[in-house]
């Protein structure tokens, strides 16, 4: 083990040299460490914060929780924002965010990027809650196609909420009992789909016919 240290130092355990914060770079099995510490008292020991670690086998972390099984892990405590992508030009170019699959031998229905979005539910597990994903449905040059979908969980199952495809839009693909509105400046149900007893109303909550219209 190499350790680069600033205001620290090793006597059975690390210590602050002088009553400040501290910092140092951790060399260890592979891995390189860039590690702080909160300002403490001279010679009290010293806990030290992961700031940045990369793994032998290349993975990146950075924040204070472990590393989990990804090529890159950013974790915060705070609400401000884990990742933020900052564009300085001050021209037409935009900041971008780009999900790329670079597979030498493309295939149809070969999947493109997931967004996931993931919280915890009473029991301390993680809980998937909603999911932004794309497909290439057709790979042929000069006729590529692809398919965006988006899911939720709902009562504990992950739905289709929207999709995408290269020759319509699908809303509730999963055949889901959930209503569908349509919202104008004045009615809340301009358009209203009730996916429970399949009825469809035009300005109106449809009660009792298929269709129903408002004022007929």
Do not use: C
Request: aromatic share 6%; glycine share 10%.
């Amino acid at each position: 083990e190499t350790n680069i240290m600033h205001n620290a130092y090793y006597s059975s355990g690390y210590n602050y040299g002088v009553s400040d914060e501290a910092a140092r770079i951790n060399f260890i099995d592979g891995k390189i460490s860039l590690e702080t510490a909160a300002a403490g008292s001279e010679g009290s020991a010293i806990t030290w914060i992961n700031g940045l670690k990369v793994l032998a086998d290349g993975t990146v972390s950075i924040g204070p929780t472990a590393q989990e099984s990804d090529t890159l892990t950013v974790t915060t405590t705070t609400t401000d924002g884990s990742l933020r992508l900052v564009n300085s030009n001050t021209g037409s170019g935009s900041t971008r965010l780009v999900i790329e699959n670079r597979s030498t031998s493309p295939a149809a229905n070969d999947g493109i990027g997931e967004i996931q979005f993931i919280g915890k539910n009473t029991a301390g597990n993680a809980n998937g809650a909603a999911y932004v994903s794309v497909v290439a449905e057709d790979v042929t040059n000069g006729s590529y196609d692809s398919s965006m979908n988006f899911s939720t969980l709902v009562e504990g199952y992950v739905r289709n909420r929207m999709r995408f495809t290269p020759t319509q839009t699908v809303v509730n693909e999963d055949s889901v009992a959930l209503n569908f509105r349509v919202e104008s400046t004045d009615n809340d149900n301009m358009i209203h789909v009730d996916g429970t007893n399949n009825r469809v109303g035009i300005g109106r909550v449809p009660t009792t016919h298929p269709f129903e219209v408002q004022g007929h």
